[in-house]
């Protein structure tokens, strides 16, 4: 399905306000902070579109780029920079008081957006980076010959068990 105009132009303020409180827009719908060479957070925006009004809910994460690289190359896929969250997480998992981010045709969609920024800004994403790199230990014991793998792909390969 197409994307309509007003979804669009609520993606564009989103998108905006991300990039004015400090996150990097690589392209539509790729949005990142650089954490480390080596690691980025992610935000992605779903976005459910109801005539009339707009509802974003903000998924926020870790890319990872070397697992990336290698998961685009397992599947015979050209990496895109970051396309792809490695571990993502709802923002209301974060912020559960936080209201939902609904955009109504005919209102300024800045204030929503700048809000939904600065929640994202907000959320920890650091707290999810430090929680892949404290799973080095547990994954070195599963797969021996972690210590030849970088410690950033051992700690992406981590969540899945941290999260079981």
């Not at 399905?1 to 564009?12: K, T």
């Not at 994954?139 to 700690?155: F, H, M, T, V, W």
């Amino acid at each position: 399905m197409a994307q309509s105009e007003f979804d669009r132009a609520v993606q564009d303020a989103c998108e905006s306000a991300l990039v004015a409180v400090g996150f990097k827009r690589l392209r539509r719908s790729t949005i990142i902070w650089e954490i480390s060479e080596k690691f980025w957070g992610w935000v992605g925006l779903n976005r459910g579109n109801h005539g009339d009004m707009v509802r974003v809910n903000p998924f926020i994460g870790i890319h990872a780029v070397d697992l990336m690289k290698l998961c685009d190359q397992l599947d015979e896929s050209k990496y895109s920079k970051g396309a792809y969250a490695t571990y993502a997480i709802h923002l209301g998992e974060i912020l559960p008081d936080e209201l939902v981010f609904e955009f109504h045709k005919g209102r300024d969609l800045s204030h929503d957006a700048e809000r939904l920024a600065k929640c994202v800004a907000d959320a920890d994403v650091h707290a999810v980076h430090s929680r892949l790199r404290c799973a080095n230990p547990l994954i070195q014991r599963i797969y021996p010959d972690a210590r030849r793998l970088s410690r950033e792909i051992c700690g992406c390969f981590a969540v899945e068990w941290q999260t079981r």
